[in-house]
């Protein structure tokens, strides 16, 4: 079945630029009508969606962060990457990456992975 | 946007029900059929339990289902057991080809 697994710096200093990437595995990234999407979650808090991109590389933004996101997708390495530019304390999280489809919520989810910002 | 609203905790004894409400707007929760309820254990990636309001998905126990009435929508858990104390949150489609999750909720097993 289809996995995904979140790889990047697991520490940002403020005002940079935070970079994941999510690979999947057991599946095409570019098969079915999927968006594949990244979500957070600060210690101790609750879930906030990021944003998400389908296939075709259309993309749609969580409206308080669209000015600091860019999601992109690289079908040749079945991968897809997020992008948060001008990060605070206040970006520190779990990021996790997860397939979304209309029909069938997110699932799977990638494990996460921890990103502090911190000079 | 604005989280969807969720109470920040419930509770019960085993082998009770519980429901967990979800209310949003007609511009969200009301206006579409996209609603998804995850379940997260401490230290864990959240867990698919409910799509599209109703459906469960594969593996998912009978003892959890969802409706939705107007702008609210319900996660049941009936038949409640220890291993079910865990964070639960909802999720919909909103105007604008966004997404938004609710503020969560604490599930304790009394």
């Known amino acids: 079945q289809v996995q995904l697994q979140e790889s990047g710096p697991g520490l940002v200093k403020p005002s940079q630029t935070l970079s994941l990437t999510c690979t999947v595995s057991?599946?095409?990234?570019?098969?079915?009508?999927?968006?594949w999407s990244w979500i957070r979650q600060p210690a101790g808090k609750g879930l906030e969606w990021i944003g998400r991109?389908?296939?075709?590389?259309?993309?749609n933004y969580n409206p308080s962060l669209k000015s600091r996101v860019t999601i992109s997708v690289d079908t040749s390495k079945n991968q897809f990457s997020l992008k948060l530019s001008s990060v605070t304390a206040a970006d520190t999280a779990v990021y996790y990456c997860?397939?979304?489809?209309?029909?069938?919520?997110?699932?799977?989810w990638g494990q996460g992975t921890l990103v502090t910002v911190s000079s | 946007q604005s989280a969807l609203t969720q109470p920040a905790s419930v509770s019960g004894s085993p082998g009770q029900s519980i429901t967990i409400s979800c209310t949003g707007t007609s511009s969200d929760v009301g206006g579409y059929n996209y609603v998804s309820w995850y379940q997260q254990h401490p230290g864990k990636a959240p867990k698919l339990m409910i799509y599209n309001v109703i459906n469960r998905p594969s593996g998912v126990s009978n003892r959890f289902s969802g409706s939705k009435s107007g702008n609210t929508a319900s996660l049941t858990i009936s038949g409640l057991q220890a291993e079910d104390e865990a964070a639960y949150y909802c999720n919909s489609f909103t105007t604008g080809n966004t997404l938004v999750f609710g503020g969560g909720t604490k599930l304790t097993v009394l």
């Open positions: 057991g599946g095409s990234i570019s098969s079915g009508s999927y968006y």
């Open positions: 997860g397939r979304y489809s209309s029909g069938g919520g997110f699932d799977p």
């Open positions: 991109i389908y296939t075709s590389g259309n993309t």
